[in-house]
């Protein structure tokens, strides 16, 4: 699947955003181990099995360069905030043009943030013009972010966490399915795989 010296670069990309940010750094592994799983279960190639891997590593590169008072920020973000946080997908894409190695992934890592009904950033990217294998990696990456908050703020007085942590997530997906944001019959696929990956949830 991965090519020789892969595993070289894609270490070092993790190193770059351990330093920057721990979580961050955490979660390129998070979403390279979900991604392959899931790729697996959706019997995707070798090829589409490694532009997964290096979605997971390369598309939060951008926000080097997003302020660790909005970034880290637990509390509302102001819109001149959002607006600086949009600007990381192209950023990152950027960042992947500088090195032949990564030059292939820039355009997948740009419009990782894209959504079917053109609500999503930076090119308002509609339909087929998002790669599915983009649609495949904004599914985990969106699942990973929503049961990692949930876990963070768990507590055992929270009546919630008495149902399976990564049902939230998928409440939260299903809505975006319903505003036209995402595939329907590819996260039907992912909700299953979930099921099955957490073997039942929390």
Sequence with gaps: MLYPGDAEILNFLEQIQ???NVTAGLRCYRLRTMCLHFGRWLELDKIQLRQLVFLSYCHGLGKIGIPDSILLNPGS???QDWAKIREYPETSALICK???VLREFAPLVRSHQERLNGTGYPDKLQGDEI???????????VADAIISKRLLHRSRNDRASERPYWIQAVEEIRKEVESGARDSELCEKFFRFLELFYQGGG
């Excluded at 294998?133 to 985990?140: A, E, K, N, S, T």
């Design 18 to 20: 351990l330093a920057r």
């Design 77 to 79: 973000l102001t819109e």
């Design 98 to 100: 500088q090195l032949p």
């Design 131 to 141: 790669p599915f294998i983009v649609q495949v990696f904004q599914l985990v990456n």
